[in-house]
């Protein structure tokens, strides 16, 4: 067998409403893309949501919503891939990056604690591999420090203390304590990018809490203006019979959905549920299979809650990380394709030049040297994954693991 990474979970339902889309003379931006954000709000239980291009589009804009900048600062963990840091340098803001919990790709809330200033305007969590991060514990240390809190706009005296800005790219359908992702943070973003559960080949959207004296609806068109250039009219609308004329009430971005990608979220929503439920099957073959083996993995199911089952990361007790590239090369050897998440952004060049050291964030650094991210995907067989499992545990035992 040669089994891939993560390759996309595309049916003759998706292709249909690619066609339908193609056939019907609009593929921008119209009437798919809103039927979209309809139905992922009723998914969610939420009152809106404004697809985008990327979920990196949807934390950037969701920044500059809140109109964060330079002179502010914005915390997140060191543990994430590089797009939920760089759309802080993005708006001019100062990263502040935590390292994570021991054993746990979480940031270290202690550490938050001491991190946060009168500079502080957003906290970013990431619900990494789609297991929703201890927003309970996240509120109750914001409401510690709200006195911290210096509002510098209208927006931000309307919360009266830090926002949560959710990472949830991997998150979408995760359930924490009874409520899904979505209805945690202040604005939580998702990413339906070609890898992951429910893709639009690219794409996005983002999801808020209604924030007390602004309308939902006003919410939702800051987004829609900030996505199409200012402009306060989008293409559909345009075309109606006398209805050319617009304004630009800001010098803003591009980063729309097009009806084509709303198409394909159209029915891998329908799908979802499924999906979920054979990753969640994957998940649970995987666990018992390696129950026995040095590794150590995350819980995706309890009592309290279900992740959305995105990546399956395994940590290989006791090994180095030249040790840990090599198992990933002899499991492409044997037809298992792996892979790591994540290497800390601490590590990398463009951080390193921000003045971020490694040495600064050792539960990061000893969490990345072993870790190894399996196959994980709907489309996945049975026979796939009994032969992933296989190779996996020969690959251990090479390694007395």
């Known amino acids: 067998m040669n089994i891939p990474f993560s390759p996309p979970d595309i049916t003759e339902a998706e292709i249909e409403q690619v066609v339908e889309v193609l056939r019907s003379g609009w593929i921008t931006t119209g009437p798919k893309t809103k039927e979209f954000e309809k139905r992922l709000a009723a998914y969610m239980g939420t009152n809106k949501v404004a697809c985008l291009s990327s979920s990196t589009a949807a934390m950037e804009l969701t920044l500059r919503l809140l109109g964060v900048g330079p002179g502010d600062e914005v915390i997140l963990p060191a543990y994430t891939y590089t797009a939920t840091c760089s759309v802080i340098c993005h708006v001019g803001a100062t990263p502040v990056m935590l390292d994570i919990q021991n054993d746990c790709p979480e940031m270290d809330y202690d550490k938050l604690e001491a991190a946060i200033t009168k500079k502080t305007k957003v906290i970013m969590p990431v619900d990494l591999a789609g297991i929703?991060?201890?927003?309970?514990?996240?509120?109750?240390?914001?409401?510690?420090?709200?006195?911290?809190?210096?509002?510098?706009?209208d927006i931000q005296r309307k919360f009266d203390r830090i926002v949560v800005l959710a990472d949830s790219a991997h998150g979408f359908g995760a359930v924490r304590d009874g409520k899904i992702s979505g209805q945690w943070a202040d604005f939580t973003c998702f990413s339906f990018h070609a890898v992951k559960n429910l893709t639009t080949a690219e794409g996005g959207a983002v999801t808020w809490k209604s924030i007390p004296g602004v309308e939902d609806t006003d919410t939702y068109k800051r987004f829609m203006d900030l996505s199409l250039h200012g402009q306060t009219k989008d293409a559909f609308n345009k075309t109606r019979a006398g209805a050319w004329e617009y304004d630009i009430i800001s010098p803003a971005y591009k980063c729309n959905m097009t009806d084509i990608q709303a198409g394909i979220g159209l029915a891998q929503l329908k799908r979802y549920p499924q999906m979920l439920e054979r990753r969640q099957e994957i998940i649970k073959a995987y666990d018992a299979a390696f129950e026995k083996n040095n590794v150590e993995l995350l819980s995706h199911k309890g009592l309290n809650h279900c992740s959305s089952g995105h990546l399956y990361l395994m940590r290989v007790n006791g090994m180095s990380e030249e040790e840990r590239n090599q198992l990933i090369v002899k499991l492409a050897d044997a037809g298992v394709a792996a892979n790591v998440h994540y290497?800390?952004?601490?590590m990398m060049t463009a951080y390193k030049k921000l003045g971020f050291h490694i040495a600064d964030y050792p539960n990061a650094l000893e969490f990345y040297k072993n870790e190894v991210t399996l196959p994980l995907y709907s489309k996945l067989t049975d026979e796939q994954v009994s032969f992933i499992i296989a190779e996996v545990r020969n690959a251990l035992k090479e390694f007395g693991k």
């Open 343 to 346: 290497k800390p952004l601490p």
């Open 132 to 153: 929703l991060c201890d927003y309970n514990k996240l509120y109750e240390i914001l409401e510690k420090h709200r006195g911290k809190f210096s509002p510098n706009n």
